[in-house]
């Protein structure tokens, strides 16, 4: 079992950067594909990007292709979100997920995840 825990939420203003953190505990952290999600009030839960376990594979929602970058440190056991050119429309709570899966393999479906963080508020202002 792995244990997830988001960081790096806040306020920014339209245009400006944000970095969520993702730090997971527990069992070996390069035994998991990853990815991110938002969900925003009143919306469903959407796919964000998500990253293989060696981190060569990643794949982007088409709303934030472009501008924002998944990676992952296996030293650190962190898996982060560089999110720039920020949007109002970005304003969700974001949570990472994690799922134990082939090397090469990255997952978009939110039923494909095992575990999940509590996720990090994520505010942009216009």
């Known amino acids: 079992q792995v244990q997830l825990v988001e960081s790096g939420g806040g306020l920014v203003q339209a245009g400006g950067s944000l970095r969520l953190s993702c730090a997971a505990s527990g069992r070996t952290f390069n035994s998991y594909a990853m990815g991110w999600f938002r969900q925003a009030p009143g919306k469903e839960r959407e796919f964000v990007a998500a990253?293989?376990?060696?981190?060569?594979?990643?794949y982007y929602a088409d709303s934030v292709k472009g501008r924002f970058t998944i990676s992952r440190d296996i030293a650190k056991n962190t898996m982060y979100l560089q999110m720039n050119s920020l949007k109002p429309e970005d304003t969700a709570v974001y949570c990472c997920a994690a799922v134990e899966g082939p090397r090469s393999s990255y997952y978009i479906d939110y039923g494909s995840y095992a575990y999940w963080g509590q996720g990090t508020q994520v505010t942009v202002s216009s």
């Open positions: 990253i293989s376990r060696s981190g060569i594979y990643t």
